[in-house]
């Protein structure tokens, strides 16, 4: 109840200080802009409610001149706006606009997100403030991880009176000017996420000679400076907010600033490789792992690891101790089975501070279940192909999804032309948990649809039998819902149900497609979860796994189609739709939450994601760029040789 008064407050006392104080921000406006330059604001994305991105705006403090150390840029007025904190003053419009409050946790930088821990992640559960509990406790005098208690508290504890004693109390430490620290403008006043005690660490290390830093390739104050390259270095969050490198030690600059990136099970990608290596430009390496020490792509990356299978309970640290052996700076697979495993696995690699281009637990489970994918797309009316369980009466299963009196797997429909399922023949019967359309077959009457029946019905009673000489009684999956974020428990609803675990789901029964086949390959900003680029083709020719032949093509109903399926998700980096444009409707088919097949193709015609991943490495958020490629080219693909050695 106090939350929805507040807002009204806020936006009230907002506008009436924005008319109140309108004189003094006309002056402070001029004086900005005759000693400090323009722009006369200075503006910033920061995360706010929920970890939702806005843009902050303060008075511009610093002169616009990069060859001068950041002490210097700060100008006399700059100072004085930010001892009084009249820089602050045009956070007014974002309190107006519902962004901020006037009480609150200060919103830091967009890069410290996937530093938090779960309970420093709950300072972004109300809006950020102009001020807050850390600001009246000691200001910038005070460490990260006190300023984040402070911040707990206040959400747990928010109510008028305490944001009463908060605005008197800000008012006093501002006419005392306790708590002020000079920093650089694109930052908070302390702009770096490490703890004090580890600063020290780093600086005596320094100081030891074990560590040698350029300060002339970062213009800026030693100390800064210091603090930038550590940041860059290697400098990881453990849960327990403490600090450390992967090695327990500070690497050098030349191999830590490389951006390396992994590709785990990379198998035949050569040409994927080629073009991020080409991408890179000398810049990072390419390092690859497979479980066959064939693999084509070992004899092109800069580096290969024979690693287990992805089912081998030392698979994640062989990974982890790799990410140490070469500095990996990002990580991604090419299969799908192994996203799943990587999500689960997230917080081992951003300990070590490793971009993981992988989606989120939830949304890598979701994309591997073809029938879960089905009754999620649809309950939010995303098209998507008409698909039911292959479920046998063997069992003495009878579902809602199939059709009346009819047992999907028993029987088909009238006169072999209609399949008894809503739709006609031919259809498809596929892997539930496929792969690349592995398993995939196109049946074109009843009477072939009657051969697949009596084919799956004896592999799931072998199955069946299996399992219960193994003791398996019960095959339903326990799920939890999970409460914190509403489209995340929605997803896990999905993934679970007695039909969803029995052994007899193992295929689905898919409406027949024959509409033009389209694959968009698409890059997710890591950070703000938005859109950031994505290239279109239409498939002439296509194979298992991927297509031969294609050709480019744009269209705005399609991205837009796109933007929507994505806010549905939590992916993070490339992604492949798979789709088909019938009757005038894109309709989804697949998602595939890593590097396509088909991004070769996109990556051919200028569309390049390494850009992208190098930003969201260093904590910056991607733009939306312009969809800028040429249409209807179209692209072939061949197969090449490779020569290994011998045995």
Same mark, same amino acid.
């Given at each position: +109840? ?12 907002a ?19 005759v ?6 604001l ?63 946790p *200060? ?6 997100l ?7 992640? !709950? ?10 509990l850390?600001?009246?406790k ?9 300023r984040?208690?402070?911040?707990v ?21 501002? =006419? ?81 600033l490389?951006?390396? /990136?992994l590709?785990?099970s ?16 000398? !810049? ?31 698979? =994640? ?10 500095n ?11 996203i ?34 089905y ?42 032309k ?5 739709f006609?023949?031919?259809? %498809? /019967? ?10 995939? !077959? ?19 009673? *072998? ?33 679970g ?10 295929? /689905? ?7 033009e ?13 938005e ?12 194979k ?8 480019? %093509?744009?269209?705005n109903?399609l991205?837009?189609? =796109? ?30 939450p ?26 910056? =958020?991607?733009?939306e ?11 072939? +693909? ?10």
């Amino acid at each position: +109840m106090y939350t929805y008064i507040k807002n009204i407050l806020d936006c009230f006392f907002a506008v009436l200080l924005l008319i109140i104080l309108s004189p003094l921000l006309v002056i402070i406006a001029i004086l900005v802009k005759v000693f400090n330059g323009s722009p006369i604001l200075f503006k910033q994305e920061r995360p706010g409610y929920q970890e939702k991105i806005f843009t902050i705006y303060k008075f511009r403090t610093m002169v616009d001149k990069p060859d001068l150390i950041e002490k210097e840029r700060i100008t006399k007025l700059g100072k004085f706006l930010r001892e009084t904190s009249l820089d602050e003053l045009p956070e007014l419009i974002n309190i107006i606009k519902g962004e901020m409050s006037f009480v609150g946790p *200060r919103p830091l930088l967009v890069k410290y997100l996937p530093l938090y821990n779960n309970k420093q992640k !709950r300072r972004h559960n109300v809006k950020p403030g102009l001020t807050g509990l850390a600001q009246v406790k000691g200001r910038n005098a005070i460490s990260f991880e006190e300023r984040f208690e402070y911040d707990v508290y206040y959400v747990d504890n928010m109510s008028f009176v305490l944001d009463l004693r908060i605005v008197f109390l800000t008012f006093w430490k501002i =006419i005392k000017r306790e708590g002020v620290e000079e920093s650089a403008e694109f930052g908070v006043r302390s702009d770096e996420f490490l703890t004090q005690s580890f600063r020290e660490k780093a600086q005596s290390t320094q100081r030891e000679g074990s560590y040698k830093l350029q300060v002339t390739s970062y213009k800026k104050s030693p100390p800064q400076a210091q603090r930038q390259a550590l940041a860059l270095h290697g400098w990881g969050r453990k849960r327990n907010s403490e600090f450390r490198t992967p090695n327990s030690e500070l690497r050098t600059p030349n191999s830590e600033l490389r951006t390396n /990136i992994l590709l785990t099970s990379a198998g035949r990608r050569v040409k994927l490789v080629q073009q991020l290596k080409q991408s890179l430009n000398g !810049r990072g390496n390419i390092v690859v792992t497979d479980a066959d020490k064939t693999a084509p792509v070992m004899y092109f990356a800069d580096k290969g690891y024979v690693v287990p299978l992805i089912t081998d309970e030392n698979y =994640i640290n062989n990974l982890l101790d790799i990410c140490d052996k070469e500095n990996i700076r990002a990580i991604t697979t090419l299969i799908d089975p192994e996203i799943e495993i990587l999500a689960k696995h997230r917080d081992l690699f951003l300990e070590k501070e490793i971009l993981l281009l992988i989606p989120s637990y939830e949304t890598a489970r979701l994309c591997f279940d073809k029938y879960s994918m089905y009754e999620y797309l649809t309950e939010n009316k995303i098209d998507t192909p008409k698909t039911y369980l292959f479920l046998s009466a063997e069992f003495g299963v009878r579902s809602s999804i199939c059709p009346p009196h009819e047992a999907c797997g028993v029987g088909g429909g009238g006169g072999g032309k209609s399949s008894g399922f809503g739709f006609d023949y031919p259809v %498809f /019967i596929k892997p539930r948990y496929g792969s690349g359309g592995v398993g995939a !077959r196109k049946v074109n009457s009843e009477a072939e649809y009657g051969v697949w029946s009596f084919f799956l019905t004896q592999r799931r009673q *072998r199955r069946h039998r299996e399992h219960r000489e193994m003791g398996v009684t019960s095959y339903k999956l326990q799920v939890t819902r999970n409460p914190a974020r509403k489209h995340r428990g929605k997803l896990w609803h999905y993934m679970g149900g007695a039909e969803s675990g029995t052994p007899n789901s193992e295929f /689905i029964i898919q409406e027949f497609m024959d509409g033009e086949n389209i694959s968009v390959d698409a890059y997710i900003d890591c950070i703000s979860g938005e859109l950031i680029s994505m290239f279109c083709k239409k498939k002439i020719e296509s194979k298992i796994g991927g297509a031969n032949k294609v050709i480019t %093509f744009k269209d705005n109903k399609l991205t837009a189609f =796109i933007k929507d399926i994505c806010r549905l998700f939590q992916f993070k980096g490339p992604v492949d739709f798979d789709l088909f444009y019938q009757e005038g409707r894109y309709i989804l088919c697949e998602i595939n939450p890593r590097f396509g097949g088909g991004y070769v193709y996109a990556h051919a015609m200028g569309v390049d994601f390494v850009p992208y991943i190098m930003n969201n490495i260093e904590g910056r =958020i991607n733009k939306e760029t312009e969809i800028d490629y040429e249409e209807n080219v179209i692209l072939m +693909m061949w197969d090449d040789v490779v020569r290994g050695s011998r045995g």
